[in-house]
């Protein structure tokens, strides 16, 4: 069992250092319990794989050196082909996962875009199609994490044509809400306009809360107060988040800040920081109210 030790030794260390490389995640932001898993699995195998040989070779009849040194070989070519089988299933979708996670972290954040950057672009020259699947499933991780530029780019460079009629409703929605943080309302609201209506209900209550923000911000009030009637939030906290924003914004057009600054303080509370910045971009009524808890809260953070 001496060389089948040493070979699964071998394999289940280079397993988490492959299984990056498949994924296009660099080893440092690899997390621990993927890296142990990862080694224990092919560790385990190779000696499953290497156990098993030896047992049937010494069988035939062959001296217990050379069964230990034909095993071994049998067990670590068998774990590794195993392993590079496992980390090209879903390689794309694997290692998307893990960056967008890490994008959230700020020590980990320029590492892991720049890996983002790479898949994306690979993927891209191999299949137009899980290409268009990857962007749309970073665009949330990328906003979330205030990376709104590189999340309008990469949407921006998806062409119309190459989407299904479902992708290109979910990309024009999600360019649409890059474009308000860019403060683009025209773009924004022609961007919302080539998207077929109604759309399906999940999708349609969104658009409307854009609409009502682009109204809402335009002084619009009566306009943006008539686009929210009727909206059921109760089970969607993130759709309730939004519906606070458009309200701020309308209270504050309306000359009530402190009832403003009560919705914003409520979408502070409901969405984070995040949220409350959300209400700086684009400009609006309730913009400079956001401010200035933003800074009153950086204040006391600081004292």
Request: charged share 20%; aromatic share 2%.
């Given at each position: 069992m001496?060389?089948?030790?040493?070979?699964?030794?071998?394999?289940?260390?280079?397993?988490?250092?492959?299984?990056?490389?498949?994924?296009?995640?660099p080893f440092g932001l690899l997390s621990i319990s993927t890296v142990l898993v990862s080694f224990a699995g092919s560790t385990l195998t190779v000696l499953l794989i290497g156990a098993t040989a030896e047992f049937l070779l010494r069988a035939a009849e062959l001296t217990p050196d050379q069964a230990d040194r034909v095993a071994g070989g049998i067990g670590a070519l068998g774990g590794f082909?195993?392993?590079?089988?496992?980390?090209?299933?879903?390689?794309?979708?694997?290692g998307l996962?893990?960056?967008?996670?890490?994008?959230?972290?700020?020590?980990?954040?320029?590492t892991a875009l720049r890996a983002l950057g790479r898949l994306l672009d690979r993927v891209k020259r191999s299949d137009t199609g899980q290409h268009?699947?990857?962007?749309?499933?970073?665009?949330?991780?990328?906003?979330?994490?205030?990376?709104?530029?590189?999340?309008r780019a990469r949407l921006s460079s998806i062409e119309e044509q190459s989407l299904t009629p479902a992708q290109s409703i979910l990309r024009n929605q999600a360019l649409a809400t890059c474009q308000l943080q860019f403060g683009e309302l025209d773009a924004a609201q022609n961007t919302i306009g080539s998207i077929p209506r109604p759309a399906?209900?999940?999708?349609?209550?969104?658009?409307?809360?854009?609409?009502?923000?682009?109204?809402?911000?335009?002084?619009?009030?009566?306009?943006?107060?008539?686009?929210?009637?009727?909206?059921?939030?109760s089970d969607n906290p993130a759709l309730g988040?939004?519906?606070?924003?458009?309200?701020?914004?309308?209270?504050?057009?309306?000359?009530?800040?402190?009832?403003?600054?009560?919705?914003?303080?409520?979408?502070?509370?409901?969405?984070?920081?995040?949220?409350?910045?959300?209400?700086?971009?684009?400009?609006?009524?309730?913009?400079?109210?956001?401010?200035?808890?933003?800074?009153?809260?950086?204040?006391?953070?600081?004292?």
């Open positions: 001496t060389t089948t030790l040493i070979a699964a030794l071998v394999v289940g260390l280079l397993a988490p250092v492959v299984r990056g490389l498949a994924w296009g995640v082909v195993l392993l590079l089988s496992s980390a090209r299933r879903m390689r794309h979708v694997r996962s893990i960056l967008c996670q890490r994008l959230g972290e700020e020590d980990a954040q320029p268009i699947g990857l962007v749309l499933m970073a665009t949330g991780p990328l906003t979330q994490a205030s990376l709104w530029e590189v999340a399906e209900p999940s999708i349609e209550v969104w658009l409307v809360a854009m609409e009502a923000l682009l109204l809402a911000v335009r002084g619009e009030l009566e306009a943006a107060e008539a686009k929210l009637r009727g909206q059921d939030t988040a939004s519906h606070r924003l458009v309200r701020a914004h309308i209270l504050a057009g309306h000359d009530q800040p402190e009832a403003a600054l009560v919705e914003l303080k409520a979408l502070r509370q409901a969405a984070g920081r995040a949220g409350l910045e959300r209400a700086l971009h684009p400009d609006g009524p309730a913009s400079e109210l956001a401010r200035e808890l933003i800074e009153a809260e950086e204040s006391r953070t600081l004292s």
